[in-house]
């Protein structure tokens, strides 16, 4: 696959030698576009030995080839890392001051993947946050930062996501593989000084490397009033630790976000939702595309029939105000609705926290729950006032449609979302026999 690898001026322009490194031994004929600051970070010399091509961010060289144009028409897939907040700017502005500017804007239906890095403020300043929605509203994939140390003293969100995150999510996007992108190539003799070749399993052997998995996380809040809303107890660590198990296993992430109390992980794409009906919408639009939809957020199953405009006051003149609910739409049987009617190839996972009572334990109510949601499996815990909502740790039982044994997975809840992937990968792999 023909990629162009664009690097904006940030210091983490040297993890992107590692990126390059990646998509090169995977067989993938990559230019690389500096801008001009990036080269004061990393030069010429290192984009052009470790790609194989000659490297400028000038419109004016290689004039013959009118490369501004033939870059963006050739690329199958353009990716930007560090994807900066002056470039994110251009970018969703659409200047054209640059090669690589020139290029984004060549693009055509080219998928472009940006990975940003810059520190705190930058990333959360209004201005960059509209600028990546801009870009985002019109495709373009915006990955999350991951949060941690900065380059100064300072930490938080805005590093650069490790290149095998952005490498997993750049092939998911493009649809590609290993595999399917040539035979890798030999391991080259690297220049000196070249950084080694991370040494994570290439993504090939990786069990969801092309997929899109979108998961939802966290606890939905239904307003009440412009202050107060209905919420629950969940505090999205489950969903989050499954969409950072689901880019471990090589998938192209997508994490519908209810309102949680822990950051999305690095390298995913992070749509907010408040409500089940914010959800809902977020949730069937990113489902068009996804194999694999996991709906772990803890939706509220009613929402306030009448929302106040205003604060809803406490009055001696008037009685104390009732709360009248409505029922939110099931969006989880809502997805296998739509899947079956479109016979589309797509797996559907529930969660269920059940409290087992007088009439029947935890498993008969989750298997009643799997027929009516008739989602392909059902992970189910039990919960109680101490049980699950905001630990670490979590005990659940994964249900199948098809009848099979009962699995059961306990630790912290990122063992439980490894083994919760594993089980989707291995129904997947059931699904579609290898040639
Ligand atoms: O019916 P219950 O809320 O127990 O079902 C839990 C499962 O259904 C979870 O996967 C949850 O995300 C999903 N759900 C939904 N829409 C609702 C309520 C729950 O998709 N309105």
């Given at each position: 696959?023909?990629?162009?690898?664009?690097?904006?001026?940030?210091?983490?322009?040297?993890?992107?030698?590692?990126?390059?490194?990646?998509?090169?031994?995977?067989?993938?004929?990559?230019?690389?576009?500096?801008?001009?600051a990036a080269t004061r970070f990393v030069g010429v010399a290192t984009w052009e030995a470790l790609s194989g091509h000659p490297v400028s961010n000038s419109v004016f060289d290689a004039v013959h080839t009118v490369n501004h144009v033939r870059l963006g028409h050739e690329a199958e897939l353009i990716v930007v890392a560090p994807a900066t907040a002056d470039l994110l700017a251009r970018a969703?502005?659409?200047?054209?001051?640059?090669?690589?500017?020139?290029?984004?804007?060549?693009?055509?239906?080219?998928?472009?993947?940006?990975?940003?890095?810059?520190?705190?403020e930058m990333w959360q300043h209004p201005a960059t946050e509209a600028n990546v929605e801009t870009l985002r509203s019109r495709g373009v994939t915006v990955l999350e930062p991951a949060s941690g140390r900065l380059t100064g003293a300072d930490s938080g969100p805005g590093r650069l996501p490790e290149p095998e995150a952005i490498f997993s999510a750049a092939m998911?996007?493009?649809?590609?593989?290993?595999a399917t992108a040539g035979a890798p190539a030999a391991p080259s003799a690297a220049p000196a000084g070249a950084p080694a070749a991370p040494s994570a399993a290439p993504a090939a052997v990786r069990a969801l490397t092309g997929l899109t998995v979108t998961i939802s996380a966290g606890g939905t809040r239904e307003p009440l009033d412009p202050v107060r809303f209905l919420g629950n107890r969940s505090s999205g660590k489950q969903g989050v630790a499954l969409a950072a198990a689901a880019l471990e296993a090589g998938a192209r992430v997508r994490l519908l976000a209810a309102h949680m109390e822990v950051p999305a992980p690095a390298g995913v794409e992070v749509v907010q939702v408040e409500t089940a009906l914010e959800l809902r919408k977020a949730a069937l639009h990113a489902a068009a595309d996804?194999?694999?939809?996991?709906?772990?957020?803890?939706?509220?199953?009613?929402?306030?029939?009448?929302?106040?405009?205003?604060?809803?006051?406490?009055?001696?003149?008037?009685?104390?105000?009732?709360?009248?609910?409505?029922?939110?739409p099931d969006i989880l049987r809502e997805l296998v609705e739509v899947r079956d009617a479109a016979s589309r190839d797509q797996l559907i996972v529930g969660f269920a926290a059940e409290t087992g009572d007088a009439g029947g334990d935890v498993?008969?109510?989750?298997?009643?729950?799997?027929?009516?949601?008739?989602?392909?499996?059902?992970?189910?815990?039990?919960?109680?006032?101490?049980?699950?909502?905001?630990?670490?740790?979590?005990?659940?039982?994964i249900l199948s449609r098809d009848g099979s044994e009962p699995q059961e997975a306990s630790g912290s809840k990122s063992?439980?979302?490894?083994?919760?992937i594993d089980r989707i990968s291995a129904e997947l792999s059931r699904a579609v026999p290898p040639a």
């Open positions: 696959m023909r990629i162009v690898l664009g690097v904006g001026g940030g210091i983490a322009a040297y993890k992107v030698a590692s990126l390059l490194r990646l998509f090169t031994e995977a067989g993938h004929d990559v230019t690389v576009i500096p801008t001009e969703a502005t659409g200047q054209a001051d640059d090669l690589l500017t020139n290029t984004l804007l060549m693009a055509g239906d080219c998928p472009v993947l940006m990975a940003p890095a810059m520190h705190t998911a996007l493009a649809g590609a593989s290993v996804s194999d694999v939809v996991i709906m772990a957020a803890a939706v509220a199953d009613f929402r306030p029939a009448d929302v106040s405009g205003t604060k809803i006051k406490k009055r001696d003149d008037v009685a104390d105000p009732v709360i009248n609910l409505v029922r939110n498993l008969e109510y989750a298997r009643d729950k799997l027929h009516r949601k008739a989602c392909d499996l059902l992970v189910v815990n039990q919960v109680g006032q101490d049980l699950v909502f905001g630990e670490d740790t979590n005990s659940v039982v063992d439980v979302a490894a083994a919760v």
